[in-house]
């Protein structure tokens, strides 16, 4: 089987996951606390390395950016499924919660944008299915896809 497919996943599993987080946040009003926003950015780091995989498909760098994609997925689901054991009890998270608003806003604008800001609990689930929420959403396709992504990049060692 041939690493293209393993960079092609790589690349689409992230950007899907960040395009469902961004479209539930912007699209549907479901902000992020500072545990969803840590799960982003090893999803942003596996668009660029798959993305490059891609590109460099023939290149012998091809494979190791598919695998350092993986990893990055893998991580991501590894912090999303901590992330999900807070929001289900199992365990303690972080104490602080997060808010975002318009940075270079003068005090009076930016006491506004603090007392206007929603407040996000890392420990609450905002939304779930079948009793999984994102961020266990997170944990299941990028622990999966990862290794997915790890059994195709090694089947195609010889390719």
Known sequence: MSNKWASLLAFVLPLGLIAGAL??????????CEMCMWQRWPHYAAIVLGGLALVLNRSVMARPLTLLAALAILISGTIGGFHAGVEYGWWEGITSCASGF????????????IMDAPIVRCDTAPWSVFGIS?????FLFSVFGAIIIFMMARSSKGA
């Open 134 to 138: 994102l961020a266990g959403f997170n």
């Open 23 to 32: 479209i539930s946040e912007y699209g549907f009003g479901l902000f992020p």
């Open 102 to 113: 318009e940075q270079g806003l003068d005090a009076a604008q930016t006491l506004d944008a």
